[in-house]
């Protein structure tokens, strides 16, 4: 009779243990799906402003072809265009600015993807371009980086940056490895060109070390090595 009331208890205890925690859980679970929600809307935001600015941008570039062609003399054409230009600017700025903040709270939950050579990552990819999502062009780019590696008749001097529209890009002879975007230089709290230049050198000394560790004089000095230590051990 004693021991059905101990197993009684026992049971009971388990079953408050298990009523209090699941509580917890469940609250646990809710504020987590809050939490990614507020993420979800946040990139929202920082992809709409990106939209906007990408608009405004082809739009200022339009006005600005439009005032080159307007002669150098005063009217109210090139007044007027000129006053559209600066109201852009301006809007540029603060969505510039809003853009930013949003990137950097969520700078602390959002992962980027790496970009990898020889099982070492050299910088990571957050946002997409066009079609390309930012995993796409994290695999991509490391792709291009270890064909590169893999040229006989690679050049470290030949890695070159390149000013587009939209971009700097970073290229070997005629061939893309990165192109760098305004956006991703937010994310990593940059300028564009200062990222592309942190990005050519990285890759530069990625491959440099590729070439290194896989070239034949070190293949070659491995192998003896290990023959020595076979001689050695038999």
Same mark, same amino acid.
């Given at each position: ?14 079953? /408050?243990? &298990? ?14 799906? @809050? ?10 935001? &920082? ?9 405004? *941008? ?21 007044? !007027? ?11 540029? *700025? ?8 949003? @990137?950097? +709270? ?37 792709? #291009? ?5 893999? #040229? ?39 300028? #564009? ?11 530069? +000394?990625?491959?440099?070390?590729? #070439? ?12 003896? /090595? ?6 050695? !051990?038999?």
């Amino acid at each position: 009779m004693m021991k059905k009331w101990v197993i009684a208890l026992w049971l009971f205890s388990q079953y /408050l243990t &298990v009523a209090a925690a699941f509580p917890q859980d469940s609250a646990r679970v809710q504020n987590d799906s @809050i939490h990614n929600a507020r993420l979800d809307n946040q990139m929202v935001r &920082v992809q709409r402003y990106a939209a906007e600015r990408l608009a405004d *941008s082809l739009k200022r570039a339009e006005l600005e072809a439009r005032v080159a062609k307007l002669s150098r003399t005063g009217n109210l054409e090139k007044s !007027v265009l000129e006053s559209q230009l600066n109201a852009l600017r301006q809007h540029d *700025s603060l969505k510039t600015v809003r853009q930013k903040k949003e @990137i950097d +709270s969520l700078r602390r939950f959002v992962k980027g993807f790496p970009v990898i050579i020889l099982q070492d990552t050299l910088f990571h990819i957050y946002v997409r371009q066009g079609s390309f999502t930012a995993q796409d062009r994290a695999e991509a780019i490391s792709k #291009r980086i270890g064909n590169l590696a893999e #040229r006989h008749d690679f050049s470290p001097d030949s890695i070159q940056l390149s000013q587009a529209e939209f971009s700097t890009d970073i290229v070997y002879g005629s061939n893309l490895l990165v192109s760098v975007s305004g956006q991703d230089a937010l994310w990593q709290n940059m300028s #564009r060109d200062q990222l592309a230049e942190s990005f050519r050198g990285k890759i530069t +000394s990625a491959v440099r070390q590729y #070439r290194d560790e896989t070239g034949w004089q070190t293949l070659l000095r491995e192998a003896i /090595l290990a023959m020595l230590v076979i001689a050695v !051990v038999t």
